[in-house]
């Protein structure tokens, strides 16, 4: 098992804020519990997680195409999926200080963990994760909506629609990436469990005598996709579910999981759902969502098996996987080493000076680079200073702009994992990065 830095996650959160990664919610009203906001080097940061997923799952594939399904659906939907009935967690209340908790997160069910007092806990209650609201103008039963509590439903029901439209068959998939929301009890841990948070997630769909075999490469995939952005296989692992712990739906399934600075934690489930899923839409709505083999001139309802990752917790992994200290000319340096990929700048352009004489020259080089890659131009400071500020948002190369480039049209380009520099001519430059960014 990895070590952990016990200041790891303050680290993480300090760097957060100082450089615009992710801020807490309304922070000018005090802030909204269980929220955030990501920053400008968040929101790149965020995306590129959320593109290297659909890169591997559906740009690279030849079975599996995308959907973008509606947020909003109606109680029909959730009756059918379970969630109405099972989505739960079971509340209690200190019946002292007032506290809420979920049951089976407390280490000790006869303590509460706020005030101390023993046997204060009401009877555990269950409590529906889904948020409810209201479409229309009008109040009334009759219109009811959710926010869904995760993507995968909206691929469930149109899952005919997909078949119909893609021309293709078993097996394949349908993907999403979108915002789910779950009425956490006790939401915590920076943006690990929160209110609101994003999803990318895989249905799968295969005939049923292939879904042990379609179960166990996704999990070997999904595992995989980590180590190759960069985590280390010792801050992961691939743990079965018990019987008990599957869920209503699941024949069998498996959670990645990295370990987090307060311990292992879900990045990611794999789970063989069967054809529970598409069978309830079928019942409940009364369409036929099936698919016809004409090679064996049969019927039959396909197998679903599902990895579904959480962006936001896989970005934090990124992060917390990424983070560095060294020593560089004596002092501290803080250092994201991120995979290319994830970084949400590819290069900055920094030139040396902010005399006219080397500006247009930067800007330039600037403009040259930026439809290639996601670039940042920073010309405030030391050098010393901005090739710090770049090594801690996880920028691989900074291209800096000297008063010797006005006559060998040449630029310094250095290496954020081993500060070493190259002069590259600027007509070469684009290849330089190139064959180190793709």
Request: hydrophobic fraction near 35%; glycine fraction near 6%; aromatic fraction near 12%.
């Amino acid at each position: 098992m990895a070590d952990v830095d016990p200041d790891l996650m303050s680290k993480i959160v300090n760097l957060s804020k100082r450089r615009g990664i992710v801020f807490q919610s309304a922070e000018i009203y005090g802030g909204f519990r269980s929220t955030y906001d990501y920053g400008p080097v968040g929101v790149l940061l965020l995306r590129n997680v959320k593109d290297a997923w659909w890169r591997s799952m559906v740009q690279l594939r030849h079975d599996v195409v995308g959907l973008d399904a509606s947020i909003l659906s109606p109680p029909a939907v959730w009756e059918a999926s379970g969630h109405l009935e099972n989505f739960t967690d079971p509340l209690v209340d200190c019946r002292e200080c007032k506290e809420r908790f979920r049951e089976d997160q407390l280490d000790d069910p006869t303590r509460c963990p706020n005030c101390g007092n023993n046997d204060t806990f009401t009877e555990a209650r269950a409590f529906n994760l889904m948020f409810k609201t209201q479409a229309g103008p009008v109040e009334g039963s009759g219109h009811e909506v959710f926010l869904r509590p995760e993507t995968a439903q909206g691929m469930f029901i149109n899952f005919k629609n997909v078949l119909e439209t893609s021309r293709k068959r078993p097996p394949f998939g349908i993907a999403q990436i979108g915002k789910s929301f779950r009425n956490e009890i006790t939401p915590g841990n920076f943006v690990f469990r929160t209110r609101e948070f994003e999803q990318m997630e895989l249905e799968f769909f295969v005939p049923p005598d292939e879904a042990t075999e379609w179960y166990e490469y996704w999990c070997k995939e999904r595992f995989q996709w980590y180590i190759d952005l960069g985590i280390s296989p010792d801050q992961l692992r691939m743990r079965d579910h018990d019987g008990e712990e599957l869920s209503h739906y699941s024949a069998q399934t498996s959670d990645v999981e990295f370990l987090f600075p307060w311990g292992w934690g879900e990045l990611e489930g794999v789970a063989n759902r069967g054809d529970y899923d598409l069978t309830q839409h079928a019942e409940h709505s009364g369409e036929r969502l099936e698919y016809f083999d004409q090679a064996a001139n049969e019927h039959y309802v396909p197998h679903v098996i599902e990895p579904a990752a959480g962006a936001t917790r896989s970005m934090m992994a990124f992060l917390l996987s990424a983070y560095d200290e060294d020593i560089i000319n004596d002092e501290t340096r803080t250092v994201l080493r991120l995979h290319h990929r994830l970084a949400p700048y590819k290069v900055a352009v920094l030139p040396l000076s902010k005399k006219d004489t080397l500006a247009p020259v930067a800007r330039d080089v600037f403009d040259l680079v930026t439809p290639h890659f996601m670039a940042d131009f920073d010309e405030t400071q030391a050098i010393g200073r901005r090739y710090r500020r770049q090594d801690e948002i996880g920028t691989p190369y900074c291209v800096t702009v000297d008063f010797d480039t006005l006559d060998d049209k040449a630029v310094t380009v250095r290496d954020r994992d081993t500060t070493a520099q190259d002069r590259v001519a600027i007509d070469r430059l684009l290849e330089y990065l190139g064959e180190r960014l793709t």
